[in-house]
Antibody
Framework: EVQLVQSGAEVKKPGESLKISCKGF????????IDWVRQMPGNGLELMGI????????RYRPSFQGQVTISADKSIGTAYLQWSSLKASDTAMYYC??????????WGQGTMVIVSS | DIQMTQSPSSLSASVGDRVTITCRAS??????LNWYQQKPGKAPKILIY???SLESGVPARFSGSGSGTEFTLTISSLQPEDFATYYC??????????FGQGTKVEIK
């Protein structure tokens, strides 16, 4: 079965670092862009950035540039989203999605990140 | 960024009703428009791509239309499992697609 499986929920304090993951199964992970999407509580969907695992080509939405780092390890079929210093405003659900020519056809189950002192 | 504006933001409807949601783009996006359904606590699911193509496995009561800057998602006969939030997404502005703000479909 083609699927993306994300790492589990995290509870962190402001200023801490965090790396969450998204692992692909059932398809050639290297050959599809992976997107990271933020959904803040009660809000809509915001695309943060994308990565092509085949060559690690990465693009960020300007509002997220410098705030997060997106990476991938194609050898283990996994993409990552990381923060070096979390803020309370990073509290959100984070989804990874597989991009095809039009839209995202496969989504991870989401990783809830709570940042609270 | 291309801005996507959905209307209404929410609506109440009954089982069996015909429901229409509109999405407007801030510039011409041809037919590079996708629709998603999201249920509480779940990831979004693609319903329609390139404005009017039905994703495999999606019931035929869902349909999409439009081009340029105005698009619609129609549910021909609302079913209990269709109560959810619906998002449009433009895939014209590569690579940074943008979503509409969502339309919540609630039970009347």
């Amino acid at each position: 079965e083609v699927q993306l499986v994300q790492s589990g929920a995290e509870v962190k304090k402001p200023g801490e670092s965090l790396k969450i993951s998204c692992k692909g199964f059932g398809y050639s992970f290297s050959n599809y862009w992976i997107d990271w999407v933020r959904q803040m509580p009660g809000n809509g969907l915001e695309l943060m950035g994308i990565i092509y695992p085949g060559d690690s080509d990465t693009r960020y939405r300007p509002s997220f540039q410098g705030q997060v780092t997106i990476s991938a390890d194609k050898s283990i079929g996994t993409a990552y989203l990381q923060w070096s210093s979390l803020k309370a405003s990073d509290t959100a659900m984070y989804y990874c999605g597989r991009r095809r020519d039009n839209g995202f056809d496969i989504w991870g189950q989401g990783t809830m990140v709570i940042v609270s002192s | 960024d291309i801005q996507m504006t959905q209307s209404p933001s929410s609506l109440s409807a009954s089982v069996g009703d015909r429901v229409t949601i509109t999405c407007r783009a801030s510039q011409n996006i041809r037919t590079y428009l996708n629709w998603y359904q999201q249920k509480p606590g779940k990831a979004p699911k693609i319903l329609i791509y390139t404005a009017s193509s039905l994703e495999s496995g999606v019931p035929a009561r869902f349909s999409g239309s439009g081009s340029g800057t105005e698009f619609t998602l129609t549910i021909s006969s609302l079913q209990p499992e269709d109560f959810a939030t619906y998002y449009c997404q433009q895939s014209y502005d590569i690579p940074l697609y943008t979503f509409g703000q969502g339309t919540k479909v609630e039970i009347k």
